[in-house]
């Protein structure tokens, strides 16, 4: 069932009855595991408590990467498997999953010495059967950053990793389930577990969380899925499991390019603790990050940057980029989100392992862990699992990691005004929905200032994407929450003109979801 006007209710409608798959959390592992069950040709459905991609799939580095910082703490199977899956994702998902080159500083006081990054990259380049990594000395890295004038600047390394819209990439995924029969309902929370006289988790208890109705529904299912990432535990409790996952905070610093003119990525350990982060160009942005701390108990959904982390990615920007002196009024957004990681105990959180884990607790599998980057390989996991439940199921190992663009969308989009460059951005990022984008007016195919989406893309979004909340809108099916001064406060009036209508909102109801936006947006979006 596809996301046009009456889907929530039609498809609230659909609910009663018993789904071969249930799956819980529309973040990037629920989607993943979605898109292989309707593949399988399972009857699935996936609920979401939130919006899609609103937990830690809306704020990730966005980058599809092996993880040098994985070797470095010996997981080299997690580095091996990402760097596989990120080559599938460069080859299947061209657009949407981008090749992103990478400068290493090599600073003074740096605890590894370069040639211990540079035998890294040797492994991470012979892991995807390349040969793209160099060194630099000092003089050669400036040339290509002038940026770079840290004092005693010890010259640097060139790689490669791949880089995305992870929110995106789950709404692609998402889509493609439901071109298959999968359903995928946004603001829809399982508030509890249905279980039989023996014990076995059967179905969930649903309830609607979208604001409009305070309805609750059993939902029965043959299987049923934890996908709810750093919340996994909190179904698991109801099973009386005791907790085992870690939540990680992790937060970014968004800077106008104009205040950080970085035409690559640029990584370097940072001064303080020798972690690796990370200042990455991405949507006419640059994004920098990332911490890793103890998120503790309050797991919010909406969690927001410290001070200390903000002034901990604040000074190493500082110490690299001496010359540009930037302050916290140069920060533009700011964006956090929680890690599920697997409790091992180690004092260090930046030591824990990032691999994923699947647990067959009295009928409830929980898939949690792991990446962005690794998502195919958790669901096919997941199905796996399934199959021991349901018995023999279609599964094929050669199942491409996202659906080829068809051949007619490609053409009408090679006929439309746009570049090529455009259409294959759109493309990715709305498959064959994108064909409604090229017959645009003029004025929409126009970009919004000082990015890269295009009017239009907010039309198509508010008409058919599943949108519910503003912040669905411009947080998640476009960014321009994160890349766009004042979270696109300030132009509200030009996007009220085109969504207002397409949402059927009246007046008062956009005038609360602004102020919700507003509300949210300055909380955890801003310094
Ligand atoms: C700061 C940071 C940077 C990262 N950078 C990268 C990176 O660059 N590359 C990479 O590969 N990985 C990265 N990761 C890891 C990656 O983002 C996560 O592993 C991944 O997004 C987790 O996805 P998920 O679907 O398991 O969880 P989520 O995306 O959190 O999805 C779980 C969903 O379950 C929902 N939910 C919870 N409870 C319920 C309920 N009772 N009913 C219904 N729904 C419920 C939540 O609302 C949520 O949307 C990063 C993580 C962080 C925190």
Same mark, same amino acid.
């Given at each position: 069932? @596809?996301?046009?006007?009456?889907?929530?209710?039609? +498809?609230?409608?659909?609910?009663?009855?018993?789904?071969?798959?249930?799956?819980?959390?529309?973040?990037?592992?629920?989607?993943?595991?979605?898109?292989?069950?309707?593949?399988?040709?399972?009857?699935?459905?996936?609920?979401? %408590?939130?919006?899609?991609?609103?937990?830690?799939?809306?704020? =990730? !580095?966005?980058?599809?990467?092996?993880?040098?910082?994985?070797?470095?703490?010996?997981?080299?199977?997690?580095?091996?498997?990402?760097?596989?899956?990120?080559?599938?994702?460069?080859?299947?998902?061209?657009?949407?999953?981008?090749?992103?080159?990478?400068?290493?500083?090599?600073?003074?006081?740096?605890?590894?010495?370069?040639?211990?990054?540079?035998? $890294?990259?040797?492994?991470?380049?012979?892991?995807?059967?390349?040969?793209?990594?160099?060194?630099?000395?000092?003089?050669?890295?400036?040339?290509?950053?002038?940026?770079?004038?840290?004092? #005693?600047?010890?010259? $640097?390394?060139?790689?490669?990793?791949?880089?995305?819209? @992870?929110?995106?990439?789950?709404?692609?995924?998402?889509?493609? !389930?439901?071109?298959? @029969?999968?359903?995928?309902?946004?603001?829809?929370? *399982?508030?509890?577990?249905?279980? +039989?006289?023996?014990?076995?988790?059967?179905?969930?208890?649903?309830?609607?969380?979208?604001?409009?109705?305070?309805?609750?529904?059993?939902?029965?299912?043959?299987?049923?899925?934890?996908?709810?990432?750093?919340?996994?535990?909190?179904?698991?409790?109801?099973? #009386?499991?005791?907790?085992?996952?870690?939540?990680?905070?992790?937060?970014?610093?968004?800077?106008?390019? =104009?205040?950080?003119?970085?035409?690559? %990525?640029? =990584?370097?350990?940072?001064?303080?603790?020798?972690?690796?982060?990370?200042?990455?160009?991405?949507?006419?942005?640059?994004?920098?990050?990332?911490? /890793?701390?103890?998120?503790?108990?309050?797991?919010?959904?909406?969690?927001?940057?410290?001070? *200390?982390?903000?002034?901990?990615?604040?000074? $190493?920007?500082?110490?690299?980029?001496?010359?540009?002196?930037?302050?916290?009024?140069?920060?533009?957004?700011?964006?956090?989100?929680?890690?599920?990681?697997?409790?091992?105990?180690?004092?260090?959180?930046?030591?824990?392992?990032?691999?994923?884990?699947?647990?067959?607790?009295?009928?409830?599998?929980?898939?949690?862990?792991?990446?962005?980057?690794?998502?195919?390989?958790? *669901?096919?996991?997941?199905?796996?699992?399934?199959?021991?439940?349901?018995?023999?199921?279609?599964?094929?190992?050669?199942?491409?990691?996202? /659906?080829?663009?068809?051949?007619?969308?490609?053409?009408?989009?090679?006929?439309?005004?746009?570049?090529?460059?455009?259409?294959?951005?759109?493309?990715?990022?709305?498959?064959?929905?994108?064909?409604?984008?090229?017959?645009?007016?003029?004025?929409?195919?126009?970009?919004?200032?000082?990015?890269?989406?295009?009017?239009?893309?907010?039309?198509? %979004?508010?008409?058919?994407?599943?949108?519910?909340?503003?912040?669905?809108?411009?947080?998640?099916?476009?960014?321009?929450?994160?890349?766009?001064?004042?979270? #696109?406060?300030?132009?509200?009036?030009?996007?009220?003109?085109?969504?207002?209508?397409?949402? #059927?909102?009246?007046?008062?109801?956009?005038?609360?979801?602004? *102020?919700?936006?507003?509300?949210?947006?300055?909380?955890?979006?801003?310094?």
């Amino acid at each position: 069932m @596809d996301w046009t006007k009456g889907w929530r209710e039609r +498809t609230w409608s659909e609910l009663n009855q018993e789904w071969d798959v249930v799956i819980i959390g529309g973040g990037i592992t629920g989607a993943g595991i979605l898109r292989q069950c309707a593949h399988a040709g399972l009857k699935v459905l996936l609920v979401e %408590a939130d919006d899609f991609a609103s937990g830690t799939s809306s704020r =990730s !580095s966005k980058l599809v990467h092996g993880g040098m910082r994985y070797l470095k703490n010996g997981q080299v199977l997690v580095t091996l498997e990402s760097v596989t899956e990120r080559e599938y994702l460069l080859k299947q998902g061209r657009g949407l999953v981008n090749r992103l080159g990478f400068l290493h500083a090599c600073l003074p006081g740096d605890a590894m010495p370069g040639w211990v990054f540079g035998t $890294g990259l040797v492994i991470y380049d012979l892991m995807a059967r390349q040969w793209s990594h160099r060194s630099y000395d000092t003089e050669e890295l400036r040339e290509l950053c002038p940026q770079l004038t840290v004092p #005693g600047l010890r010259g $640097g390394f060139r790689y490669f990793d791949a880089q995305t819209d @992870d929110a995106r990439l789950v709404l692609r995924l998402l889509r493609e !389930s439901i071109s298959r @029969d999968g359903l995928a309902l946004n603001y829809a929370r *399982a508030e509890s577990l249905l279980k +039989t006289n023996a014990g076995q988790v059967c179905g969930i208890v649903l309830r609607d969380t979208s604001g409009g109705s305070d309805r609750q529904v059993e939902v029965k299912g043959r299987v049923v899925i934890n996908a709810t990432g750093a919340w996994a535990d909190q179904l698991r409790t109801e099973l #009386g499991k005791a907790a085992r996952l870690r939540p990680l905070r992790g937060s970014h610093l968004i800077f106008p390019l =104009s205040r950080l003119p970085l035409t690559r %990525a640029v =990584s370097f350990l940072h001064p303080q603790d020798g972690r690796p982060v990370f200042a990455l160009p991405w949507e006419g942005v640059v994004v920098f990050g990332t911490t /890793d701390v103890d998120q503790g108990p309050n797991l919010l959904t909406d969690p927001a940057i410290s001070t *200390a982390e903000a002034e901990y990615l604040l000074d $190493g920007l500082k110490f690299v980029f001496p010359q540009l002196e930037l302050t916290f009024a140069d920060v533009s957004a700011t964006y956090s989100g929680i890690r599920p990681v697997v409790n091992t105990g180690k004092v260090n959180p930046s030591k824990e392992s990032r691999e994923h884990v699947l647990w067959d607790e009295n009928g409830l599998l929980t898939v949690s862990g792991g990446k962005l980057t690794t998502f195919r390989i958790m *669901a096919r996991d997941a199905l796996k699992a399934v199959r021991r439940h349901l018995g023999r199921i279609p599964f094929d190992p050669e199942l491409p990691i996202l /659906d080829a663009i068809p051949p007619e969308a490609e053409a009408a989009c090679a006929a439309s005004k746009l570049s090529a460059m455009q259409c294959l951005r759109l493309l990715a990022r709305y498959g064959p929905g994108a064909v409604a984008l090229f017959s645009a007016s003029a004025e929409e195919l126009l970009p919004v200032d000082g990015t890269i989406t295009l009017w239009a893309e907010l039309r198509l %979004a508010a008409r058919s994407e599943g949108v519910v909340h503003l912040d669905d809108l411009l947080l998640r099916r476009v960014r321009l929450g994160l890349l766009v001064a004042n979270g #696109g406060l300030d132009q509200m009036a030009c996007i009220r003109s085109i969504v207002q209508p397409e949402l #059927g909102w009246e007046d008062v109801r956009w005038e609360e979801e602004v *102020a919700a936006y507003r509300k949210l947006w300055e909380s955890s979006y801003h310094i």
